[in-house]
């Protein structure tokens, strides 16, 4: 079992910036995907960005080129860099990681959210 720990969440203006980070608990043999999902109330759970294990990123539509999404280098880990957030983007941020074993291809792991408020 992969533990995912998040923090950097918070509350900012409109316009403003936080870089929420998660660490893995272990490496893994190998990563599929890691990267950040969110959760607004009352929708399902949606991608905001990730990084596939080849190294190539992917975003959702509503990002607009203003977050980037990056894994870490020494320790198994990625982190969201959110500029000029909006209202809209309020929500939990989770960690997401899916993995591979000596088992299995796919493992799925989520942290426990950090919430990010943005006030208009």
């Known amino acids: 079992q992969v533990h995912l720990v998040e923090s950097g969440g918070g509350l900012v203006q409109a316009g403003g910036s936080l870089r929420p980070s998660c660490t893995a608990s272990?490496?893994?043999?190998?990563?599929?995907?890691i990267g950040w999902y969110r959760q607004i109330p009352g929708k399902e759970r949606e991608l905001v960005g990730l990084?596939?294990?080849?190294?190539?990123?992917e975003y959702a539509d509503f990002v607009q080129g203003r977050f980037t999404v990056s894994r870490h280098n020494a320790k198994l880990g990625v982190s969201l860099q959110m500029n000029n957030l909006r209202p809209e983007d309020t929500a939990v941020y989770y960690c997401?990681?899916?993995?591979?074993?000596?088992?299995?291809?796919?493992?799925?792991?989520w942290g426990q959210g950090t919430q990010v408020g943005v006030s208009g």
């Open positions: 997401h990681l899916d993995h591979g074993d000596e088992v299995r291809a796919n493992i799925v792991s």
């Open positions: 990084v596939t294990g080849s190294g190539v990123k």
């Open positions: 272990r490496e893994v043999l190998s990563v599929n995907a």
